[in-house]
């Protein structure tokens, strides 16, 4: 699981079971191209003409278990938007 900053000051917050640099890798072409719907950040970076900090993306929580990561992920994503509030 892993954070992706905003210049806006949001963040995205996602999971992926493969080498996190191979998703960042694609979350990054899809921003650049404008393929939103390949990804939320993308999305995100499209609409509210805000830049990612793609140098300040950290690792939040690891799982052996697809299942547990989920979990995680949630998890985070409400803490994240609860601060946010």
Request: proline share 2%; net charge neutral.
């Amino acid at each position: 699981m892993y954070r992706i900053p905003c210049s806006c000051g949001k963040e995205y917050i996602g999971e992926t079971k493969r080498a996190l640099r191979t998703r960042l890798k694609e979350h990054q072409a899809a921003t650049r191209r404008g393929e939103t719907e390949k990804s939320a950040i993308a999305e995100h970076a499209w609409a509210e003409q805000h830049c990612p900090a793609w140098d300040e993306v950290t690792i939040l929580e690891q799982a052996e278990r697809e299942d547990i990561l989920r979990i995680k992920e949630a998890f985070c994503i409400a803490l994240t938007d609860q601060k946010r509030a």
